[in-house]
């Protein structure tokens, strides 16, 4: 299978990245630092790397890039500077996925493609009546005045829902929500939810960045798991810190 990744020179779209090539899927990332990369990616000739800013790519250049690909994967997401909270672009996640979605129909590839997109469980899916405290609903409404990046979560996972849907001929998708993302090396025993089992802000879990990365290479090679979460949002947990 071939494999389109954006975000990949972060914590988690590395992660993703290295399981993908583990399970021997061809793989392409377009990053704006290649030299960054570990090295043996430069070498491993089932990676393709495309230097470049992704919202900078014209749409006949993102058409290309996705032509042959089975499944695109985003792990974008804003550096945590000032720049890069407040600065733009303030809709990276939203206007990049939006631009690959595009890319994809336009294609008109035969059988959909996968999307996944890594979230967080800060934001809710508002396809179900996911219970949420008043004192959360508080901070949330507050985030979203702060931190551009919160709406920007927000919005890209909306476009999914609602624009996308549930019935394209082009596209199927899965947003997964990590929690609380914490680095460790090895592959742990994690848990996989519907909707959040505490609060994202009052009482938050923690999930590695690999563990999260290792499920969104499943999804992408697993036909069955894949048909279990698409069109959903589910939450991760490392089960060493489920309550």
Not at 1 to 30: C, D, E, R
Not at 216 to 241: E, F, H, R, T
């Amino acid at each position: 299978m071939s494999v389109l990744v954006v975000g990949a020179s972060g914590a988690t779209g590395s992660q993703l990245v290295n399981h993908l090539l583990t399970q021997k899927h061809k793989v392409k990332v377009i990053v704006r630092s290649p030299e960054k990369l570990p090295k043996s990616w430069k070498t491993n000739d089932n990676l393709q790397i495309i230097s470049a800013n992704i919202l900078d790519l014209s749409d006949k250049e993102m058409h290309d890039i996705v032509q042959d690909c089975q499944a695109v994967a985003s792990c974008l997401g804003h550096n945590l500077t000032w720049k890069g909270v407040y600065g733009h672009p303030r809709k990276l996640v939203t206007d990049a996925t939006r631009r690959l979605c595009n890319a994809i129909k336009s294609n008109n590839p035969q059988t959909p493609i996968k999307f996944v997109l890594m979230n967080t469980t800060g934001n809710s899916n508002r396809d179900l009546n996911e219970p949420i405290s008043f004192a959360q609903k508080c901070v949330i409404a507050m985030l979203r005045l702060i931190l551009p990046p919160h709406v920007d979560n927000e919005k890209a996972a909306d476009y999914l829902r609602t624009e996308i849907g549930q019935n394209n001929n082009f596209i199927e998708w899965v947003a997964v929500r990590p929690d609380g993302l914490i680095n460790e090396e090895k592959v742990t025993s994690y848990e996989i939810h519907v909707s959040p089992t505490r609060s994202a802000i009052f009482n938050a879990g923690k999930v590695s960045r690999t563990n999260v990365g290792h499920f969104m290479a499943k999804l992408i090679s697993d036909d069955k798991l894949w048909a279990q979460w698409k069109g959903q949002m589910p939450v991760i947990y490392s089960k060493s810190n489920i309550v």
